[in-house]
């Protein structure tokens, strides 16, 4: 029977390094924001959407989504992130769904940022890839080139990462060196 095991953590918390770690140990992952950049890709299922609900504002002239200018105005405008939430998310869970219906792994990682805040279920168990708040921010704003009021406000839209530590099977700490995450990764995958 196949395992299901969900990896969240908030923005810059080190979701995308626990996965290319699992990937680098032959694990399937699948990662929910490639498989939205997929789907936003020209002619996308969600390409599609977006444009048809939004028109062209968010489009370069090559006909490609601005995601810059989509992420901006998503988190600066609360109603706006809402109502793209509800036009994606259909998409997206069908999407996923399918993924990892169609994988031939016994053990299949599906790393999905809003794990929580969206609701999804079905897995054996959730590891969560946790930093303090003040962590994510510095590290958001040294990664995207942010203002710390960018950063706060992106950090901020989310979950507060404490509140997903009691939600989690597993926390796997980010605070400190690569190597100290990656032992920790080694204790926990022998413990499977």
């Keep these: 029977m196949k395992k299901i095991i ?3 953590g908030g923005i810059a918390t080190g979701k995308s390094r626990v996965s290319a770690f699992l990937k680098s140990h032959g694990y399937e992952v699948i990662d929910a924001d490639l498989v939205v950049r997929e789907l936003q890709a020209i002619g996308g299922r969600l390409y599609l959407a977006i444009y ?7 489009f370069l002239e090559n006909g490609e989504l601005d995601r810059v200018k989509l992420g901006d105005a998503i988190f600066s405008d609360v109603k706006m992130k809402e109502r793209l939430s509800v036009i994606q998310d259909k998409i997206i869970r069908q999407e996923l769904l399918d993924r990892c219906q169609a994988s031939k792994s016994d053990v299949v990682f599906m790393d999905i940022p809003l794990l929580f805040e969206k609701n999804y279920t079905g897995f054996d168990e959730i590891w969560l890839v946790y930093a303090p708040r003040e962590t994510q921010i510095e590290r958001l704003m040294k990664r995207n080139k942010l ?7 992106r950090v901020d839209s989310q979950m507060p990462i404490a509140d ?11 605070c400190d060196t690569i190597d100290v995450l990656e032992t920790q990764l080694i204790t926990i995958i022998n413990e499977m």
């Design 52 to 58: 048809d609900t939004f028109g062209q504002i968010f």
């Design 164 to 174: 997903k530590r009691a939600l989690a099977t597993r926390i796997i700490e980010n």
């Design 147 to 153: 203002s710390r009021v960018d950063a706060i406000k």
């Design 6 to 8: 969900g990896i969240t």
